[in-house]
T-cell receptor, first 114, second 115 residues
């Protein structure tokens, strides 16, 4: 079965550079979530999209932005990268129109800022 | 907003023993409570979930209980095996519109099963 696909799997950037993370949700899933997980920490919710519209906003820095495209894939754009942005970034997708359905996570993108 | 507390942060058990992880939540409207298992460097994977219309759910060696009045839910793993060693996260979400709010996670419990 198709899963949530994230790319790239690993990314190394220097401070003040920009990065773009991509997420391809499971087909027919209408909601995409982005989470940031620092070392030894729980996943922190950043932002979500429902039917290509921003739905919820969590602890996403102003330096970050995201969008969902017509084909439902989503991109997280990160600018002016800081050392503290080094983390695992997970995308998850679900079917919101069916309440209480589980969120499936992608394999994540490991971002290292040096 | 929702706040999820999880205890303990680390747990070591002997192989074959049981493990219990507990979570509390703050939003009385929350109605969906999944548990995720995460191995080092990998994605969180759903192992079991419970909805607010039931008090207990079991799947082989894993069970979850929910006490809505006290706003807490627990994960029980019986006959633990070394491959159960991982970080376990509880989470909660509430109904909103056509679906639910984004999951709010607990801080995680690092479970070590000693052979």
């Amino acid at each position: 079965a198709a899963g949530v696909i994230q790319s790239p799997r690993h990314l190394i950037k220097e401070k003040r550079e920009t990065a773009t993370l991509k997420c391809y949700p499971i087909p027919r899933h209408d909601t995409v979530y982005w989470y940031q997980q620092g070392p030894g920490q729980d996943p922190q919710f950043l932002i979500s999209f429902y039917e290509k519209m921003q739905s919820d906003k969590g602890s996403i820095p102003d330096r970050f932005s995201a969008q969902q495209f017509s084909d439902y894939h989503s991109e997280l754009n990160m600018s002016s990268l800081e050392l503290g942005d080094s983390a695992l970034y997970f995308c998850a997708s679900s079917v919101r129109r069916h309440p209480n359905t589980e969120a499936f996570f992608g394999q994540g993108t490991r971002l290292t800022v040096v | 907003g929702e706040n999820v507390e999880q205890h303990p942060s680390t747990l070591s058990v002997q192989e074959g023993d049981s493990a219990v992880i507990k979570c509390t939540y703050s939003d009385s409207a929350s109605n969906y409570f999944p548990w995720y298992k995460q191995e080092l460097g990998k994605r969180p994977q759903l192992i079991i979930d419970i909805r607010s219309n039931v008090g207990e759910k079991k799947d082989q060696r894993i069970a979850v209980t929910l006490n809505k009045t006290a706003k807490h839910f627990s994960l029980h793993i019986t006959e633990t095996q070394p491959e159960d060693s991982a970080v376990y996260f509880c989470a909660a979400s509430a109904p909103r519109g056509p679906g639910n709010t984004p999951l709010v996670f607990g801080k995680g419990t690092r479970l070590s099963v000693i052979a």
